[in-house]
């Protein structure tokens, strides 16, 4: 397993907590690649592009609704990279890229399998509907879209 897909209810919710929910992302840090996502009476919820773990763990506990993010981590100290479709992500040093599109569409990538497995019980525990776990021959031939999860070449 590569990555997993999933949909999420179109609603305000703490949907980034949910999906993130006990993965340990104390050496890690946050950016946000292209976002819109709406916070408190309809204001853009993000206030910046790069967050450290402890900030960004503060800012998903508020309610938000997502219309479209990529998300991706990386090591504290570790360089931010341009990606552009999955063999990218995988010589890059980002370690998980999240993607949401039309509110309701999500679908993740990590390098890690344990966070992967956490995601997945998340999802189920949570109860989103058409989870799907990718595996690396379906990924293999997407680049990564701004306003599209994934398409084929």
Same mark, same amino acid.
């Given at each position: 397993?590569?990555?997993?897909?999933?949909?999420?209810?179109?609603?305000?919710?703490?949907?980034?907590?949910?999906?993130?929910?006990?993965?340990?992302?104390?050496?890690?840090?946050?950016?946000?690649?292209? /976002? /819109?996502?709406?916070?408190?009476?309809?204001?853009?919820?993000?206030?910046?592009?790069?967050?450290?773990?402890?900030?960004?763990?503060?800012?998903? =506990?508020?309610?938000?609704?997502?219309?479209?993010?990529?998300?991706?981590?990386?090591?504290?100290?570790?360089?931010?990279?341009?990606?552009?479709?999955?063999? =990218?992500?995988?010589?890059?040093?980002? &370690?998980?890229?999240?993607?949401?599109?039309?509110?309701?569409?999500?679908?993740?990538?990590?390098?890690? &399998?344990?966070?992967? /497995?956490?995601?997945?019980?998340?999802?189920?525990?949570?109860?989103?509907?058409?989870?799907?776990?990718?595996?690396?021959?379906?990924?293999?031939?997407?680049?990564?879209?701004?306003?599209? &999860?994934?398409?084929?070449?």
């Amino acid at each position: 397993m590569i990555g997993i897909k999933f949909v999420i209810k179109n609603e305000y919710d703490i949907i980034l907590s949910k999906i993130l929910y006990d993965i340990d992302c104390s050496n890690f840090r946050w950016k946000i690649e292209d /976002e /819109e996502v709406l916070g408190e009476q309809g204001k853009s919820f993000f206030a910046k592009t790069d967050y450290s773990n402890n900030e960004f763990q503060k800012v998903v =506990q508020k309610e938000h609704y997502p219309i479209h993010l990529n998300l991706q981590m990386y090591y504290k100290n570790s360089d931010v990279n341009d990606i552009k479709n999955y063999d =990218q992500f995988l010589i890059s040093s980002c &370690q998980l890229i999240l993607f949401i599109v039309d509110n309701i569409f999500v679908e993740i990538y990590a390098k890690n &399998q344990t966070i992967l /497995e956490k995601i997945s019980k998340n999802a189920v525990n949570c109860i989103f509907s058409n989870i799907e776990l990718i595996n690396e021959s379906v990924a293999t031939y997407k680049i990564f879209s701004k306003y599209c &999860q994934l398409l084929s070449k």
